[in-house]
């Protein structure tokens, strides 16, 4: 088991520029999440999704988008990078919630915007 | 609104002494309780979880932690501390109710482990 994998790991962007962060998990897990790391401020939660075919917001929403198209996969998109979305993105899944709500993180991608 | 606190941002210890890492949490009933270790570059591992039960929970790489709920607490140990123990560690938390907001894991702000030789 490969578990959850993040690609890519680096990335620099332009101010303007678009992406797309893919995440994949192996584990058959119904829920994923997309959080951001920055110094000082633990990990604050973007975009989740309870199963395929739907997602929801988080805590920091604004600026990014997600399609949770296939159940492995959770794509995290920036539509328009801004310098504020300089972060360490990390993806994550869980077979549940509550007690089952043991979540488990992918490496992360660093992502740099100019 | 829940919230986790983690009253050290950084602890330095030698290797081989103990440790003791504080956790705080504000909840309106007991949630499910989380230890996670990040090392330098890497993702978040799971180290502990309390559900219910005994209050002190056994985890991973010879880490516990002791639930106390009077104090809302939830501190995470270890007798003798090793260098490979330097990380973030994190501490979360999962309310217990089964309505919609179960899916969300609060973190705490992180606490930032040196292992002196």
């Known amino acids: 088991n490969a578990g959850v994998t993040q690609t890519p790991k680096f990335r620099v962007l332009k101010t303007g520029q678009s992406m797309t962060l893919l995440c994949a998990q192996d584990?058959?897990?119904?829920?994923m999440y997309w959080y951001r790391q920055d110094p000082g401020m633990g990990l604050r939660l973007i975009h989740y999704?309870?199963?395929?075919?739907?997602?929801a917001k988080g805590e920091v929403p604004d600026g990014y988008n997600v399609s949770r198209l296939k159940k492995q996969n959770f794509l995290l998109g920036l539509e328009s990078a801004a310098p504020s979305q300089t972060s360490v993105y990390f993806c994550a899944s869980s077979p549940g919630t509550g007690y089952l709500n043991e979540q488990f993180f992918g490496p992360g991608t660093r992502l740099t915007v100019l | 609104a829940q919230s986790v606190t983690q009253p050290d941002i950084h602890i330095t210890v030698s290797e081989g002494a103990s440790l003791e890492l504080r956790c705080n949490y504000s909840?309106?009933?007991?949630?499910?309780l989380f230890w996670y270790v990040q090392s330098p570059g890497q993702g978040l591992q799971l180290l502990l979880k309390y559900f219910s039960g005994d209050t002190l929970v056994q985890g991973i790489k010879g880490f516990e932690a002791e639930f106390k709920r009077s104090q809302s607490s939830f501190n995470l140990r270890k007798p003798s501390v090793h260098w490979s123990d330097a990380a973030e560690y994190f501490c979360?938390?999962?309310?217990?109710?089964?309505?919609?907001?179960?899916?969300?894991?609060?973190f705490g702000k992180g606490t930032l482990l040196t292992v002196n030789p």
């Open positions: 909840y309106g009933a007991t949630p499910y």
């Open positions: 979360a938390v999962a309310p217990r109710n089964s309505g919609g907001s179960n899916y969300k894991l609060t």
């Open positions: 999704s309870v199963g395929e075919g739907t997602t």
């Open positions: 584990m058959n897990h119904e829920y």
